[in-house]
């Protein structure tokens, strides 16, 4: 499967941006979905994740109750609902898959889209 991020920007803090991820090349409802973050000179961290079916999800706790994970299998796509945002959500998001893994590694996900760059300025 083929990922593509996107909704990146720059937003003032306690703004909201919501990013995409639309998937190709493979059955999308078959994937496990995840959002990891990157920022300079830190490692790559879990987000956020959802189901095949979308049924269940799981926050980090740095967002939860800010951020809010969906999908549209029909679209082939999920999504990263994220308000109030602060400068230390700045970072590069990505969107990644794999078919049987649910959790919070980042090693565990087979399938990375290239990233899209949230800017958060106080």
């Known amino acids: 499967v083929q990922l593509q991020a996107s909704g990146g920007g720059l937003v003032q803090a306690g703004g909201s941006l919501r990013l995409s991820c639309v998937a190709s090349g493979s059955t999308f409802s078959s994937y496990i979905m995840g959002w990891f973050r990157q920022a300079p000179g830190k490692e790559r961290e879990f987000v956020a994740s959802?189901?095949?079916?979308?049924?269940?999800?799981d926050y980090a706790d740095s967002v939860k109750g800010r951020f809010a994970i969906s999908r549209d299998n029909a679209q082939n796509s999920v999504y990263l609902q994220m308000n109030s945002l602060n400068t230390e959500d700045t970072a590069v998001y990505y969107c990644?898959?794999?078919?049987?893994?649910?959790?919070?590694?980042?090693?565990?996900?087979?399938?990375w889209g290239q990233g899209t760059q949230v800017t958060v300025s106080s």
């Open positions: 990644a898959a794999d078919r049987w893994y649910s959790g919070r590694f980042r090693r565990q996900y087979n399938y």
């Open positions: 959802i189901t095949r079916s979308g049924g269940s999800t």
